[in-house]
């Protein structure tokens, strides 16, 4: 069971386009990290969001921390070929595994050219 | 270059086998957390240990078993390997126990058992 949610899954659009990336829970975080994965690579870090309600803006990523802590978006502007990966949400504060970061499912984008 | 470094980078073993899976930290970092990615189940915590000393738990088999050693490289033993075992192996380092500063991951190893 997953206890952080993704959507969607997977997305494909043309270069240019606007998208949106959702984190859904049920629970509170302490912190929400997101991450980037390519093929053949581990997971990068691109940002920490802390206070609920914050916004923090990485060049052409804006993320968006829910004023309740539960939730986070990641929204991409005019999406390049060089932003294709794996995203992927880190809750951390689970009790169930102490103050370790557990994964979301990721979100598997692909900008074609 | 991340700066962890994870070896081998692919093995492939047969089932009932047992494999050892190598992690150096990035330099200053004490943390060494231990994952397992496959497509499923996407990345599920196994592990953590902070300067030498196991710290957390997480969906970790009996049959597997890891340690941090005096200069915080890290193993992760796999033994009596199952199909189902077949996954990216990720390690991440971080500088304290906390996850405020994120984790840095290595590349992975790519197990496969046959």
């Known amino acids: 069971t997953q206890l952080l949610e993704q959507s969607p899954q997977f997305l494909s659009i043309q270069e240019g386009e606007n998208l949106t990336v959702y984190c859904n829970s049920s629970s509170v975080f302490s912190s929400l990290q997101w991450y980037r994965q390519e093929p053949g690579e581990g997971p990068v870090l691109l940002v920490t969001v802390v206070t609920g309600g914050e916004v923090k803006k990485l060049k052409r990523l804006t993320f968006q921390f829910g004023d309740a802590r539960k939730d986070s978006s990641l929204h991409i502007t005019a999406a390049q070929p060089g932003d294709t990966g794996l995203y992927l949400c880190?809750?951390?504060?689970?009790?169930?595994?102490?103050?370790?970061?557990?994964f979301g499912g990721g979100t598997r984008l692909m900008v074609k050219p | 270059d991340s700066g962890v470094t994870q070896t081998p980078k692919h093995l492939i073993t047969a089932t009932g086998q047992r494999v050892t899976l190598r992690c150096s930290p990035r330099s200053g970092d004490l943390s060494v957390y231990w994952y397992q990615q496959s497509l499923d189940q996407g990345l599920q915590f196994l592990i953590q240990y902070y300067n030498g000393e196991e710290r957390a738990k997480g969906n970790i088999l009996e049959r597997f078993s890891a340690q941090q050693f005096p200069d915080l490289h890290s193993e992760l033993n796999l033994s009596s390997l199952e199909l189902g075992d077949s996954a990216l192996y990720f390690c991440a380092s971080s500088v304290t126990q906390g996850t405020s500063y994120g984790y840095t991951f290595g590349s992975g190893t790519r197990l496969t058992v046959v």
């Open positions: 880190a809750g951390a504060g689970f009790s169930n595994a102490g103050n370790m970061l557990t």
